[in-house]
């Protein structure tokens, strides 16, 4: 390694001391007391490292800088500057320098800078190598190319064998893909209508006919309109394209299409012709290979037990399985999103789109809706497909119907739901047998026996009470059973109006309550008809809070009757839904609330109001907000009595 | 005089409970089991707190309160929620929320700080 370093400092003493202690470290040191010194020496010596003082009187280390930089860019400049001249250091490092030591110089601090301009160093004289590497790669390369064109100079033999190739391939419907499986004659003939040349195949399947006659293959039964092709070729000076049959070595008879291609020599006349025959009935076998092949696959394509569809870049529906098209709308051009979701627009997280990008396999869960209507829950999974140079062109996608597992975790989530209503119950029983376990305490203590008795009679209740607690849930009821009450309406929408309006006016939200006056009495379990109200009243809210336009938001709470029923509208002016959503409403953990949604809410409210014998119906549009409307019958039908009635424990 | 506190809660024997706590640390106590009765009692024995359950068969907690707050002279009369549900906005000027099951030393602490 060059060694050379130029030293650059005004202070004697500072030039003395360092350039020992360089010396030392092995570095051949010049020194200048000035700028216009430095740059003669480096000029003549040329050194790759130059350690200067920035502060000099004359030219300052900074001008020195740019003037070395400008001379060699290459050469690493050290600035060594006093204490304080940050400024300085900072501006010597825009103009290049590779470090700056501050004075006093600490051995160990200009050690660091030295490695960085050697690491500098070393780095660009690798990328040159490098670069100097690349540019030889680039000329052995191109010289292998000249060589392999050279090669690839075609003479005329060559080029009238393609042709005749590329005209069989034509004849077979799969292109030239089955030319490889493709079985055929190649024979070349002269001009006394000799065979001269044949390939493997002809030799094996047809004789060795070298020497022989040009027609000599050929079945006598062609007929007497039959000419040897080599022979018209030679005659017409044209490539010939004929059926004939020929005879194989074993006698055997096989239908051909022949092909022929004149060889010209240099002067322009035919001195040779290739002929071409491709065996039909081998061509045909594979065609019937092919097609059971093909079969059996679109067989398992469409029998499989799950949805397959191939999607393009739009998730426009190229192909789709018997099941799907059995269960989906699946028009020509349809898109995945609107076949299998109703929506206007692709899903968000969407696997298809993420196998698009990364090109790997993706799962996702969805909701699906069927052209009947129905909702099925399916697991999906994606695999790209791609064309011959490794592009992704389509997805495939195929979705497991789940929907059955999804309904035992539903009915499952239901029970949890059931304990989780009964966990008031428990919290009481708690607090109830801390008061028997207070009252023998405080008994004991102050000897009072009627306290222990009474305390003991606590206990034993809430003992009997968790025996029937347990019993339930052991026994646990399919449907909750109702407490069917009769109830006066007014009082009861009034109830649960109250319970909701502080947190509807602490949003800065109109509430309005349209009462009918004289809306009488309803059989119902108020208890839980309550907590479906005040869900969806609570939706309401969200749908209002979620509205980012700056439009005044109003809840509306009506209530009013016809004959038999009495009818609940909920309508806010909120964010409304999108047709999915309006699709999912009640599924179970269905939610558009992201983290602030359970997904229980609505699926709660439609099942409190199913088992009331109601109705509940949405209506909503994105941007224009939602109307609820729940119809409840003013008596209960007996039917739905009767099945609530009857506890499922028995 | 001792003070008084009313106790309202559906399950006697939390009422039980309420009350041997109460009476244990030197106040009188009264009690009622719905919503409807607790305003009969309030008015015949003016309580000086009332510790309240939210969930009762009939009316809840919340409808009491409204109720009661609407009579002049009982709008200022301290309400202490001892509930086993979450009901934090339902009773606005509540002093204080006791879940069930509830440390009876916290419960008289609350209380003391209310009523001495």
Known sequence: MDKKLLLVDDEEGIRKVLGISLSDSGYTVFSAENGEEALKIFRKETPPIVLTDIKMPGMDGIELLQKIKHANPD???????????????????????VDFVTKPINDDVLEIALNRAHEKIRMRQQLREYTENLEALVREKSAKLIEIERQVAVGQAVEGLSSAMRNIAGDLEGGLTYFNEMPCFVSVHNSKLKIVAINPLYKERLGDKVGRNSWDVYAPKTGAKFRCPAEQTFKTGKGQRTKATIKTSNGDKAPVIVHTAPIRNQEGNIELVVEISADITEVKRLREELRRTQQRYQQLFDEVPCYISVQDRQFRLTAANRRFKEDFDVEDGAFCYEAYRHRDEPCPNCPIAKTFEDGQS???????TSKAGKKYNVLIWTAPLRNTVGEITHVMEMSTN?????????????????????????KSLLAGLDGGVYLMDTGFE???????????????????????????????????????DRVDVLSFVDDVAATVEPKIKAKGIEFVRNFDSALGAIDIDAGVMRLALINILENALDACIDDKTPKSHKIVFDVHQNEAQIVFDINDNGIGMDRETRENLFTLFFSSKGNKGTGLGLFIADKIIDQHGGKISVESKSGRGSSFKISIPKRIPESVKATSEKPASK | MPKKILIIDDDPVVVKYLTAVFSDNGYATCSATSSMEGLDVVKKEKPDLICLDLQMPGEWGPRFYRKLRKDKEFKDIPIVVVSGIDGDHAIK?????????????KLIGIVKMTIG
Do not use: C, N
Not at chain 1, 75 to 97: P, R
Not at chain 2, 93 to 105: G, Q, Y
């Open chain 1, 75 to 97: 050469t690493e400049v050290i600035m060594i500057t006093g204490h304080g001249d940050m400024e300085l250091a900072i501006k010597s490092l825009k103009y290049q320098a």
């Open chain 1, 362 to 368: 993706h799962q996702a869960e969805m909701v699906v």
């Open chain 1, 402 to 426: 789940i929907t059955q597992i999804r309904q035992l975790q539903d009915h499952l989530s239901s029970l949890g739901l059931k304990i989780s209503s009964i966990s008031h119950g428990i």
């Open chain 1, 446 to 484: 102050k000897e009072k026996p009627e306290r222990i008795k009474e305390g003991w009679d606590s206990v034993k209740t809430i003992l009997s009470r968790i025996r029937k607690l347990v019993y339930d849930i052991l026994f646990f009821a399919k449907e909750r059973e109702l407490k069917w």
């Open chain 2, 93 to 105: 000027d509540a002093v204080a929320f006791v879940k069930k099951p509830f440390d009876p030393e």
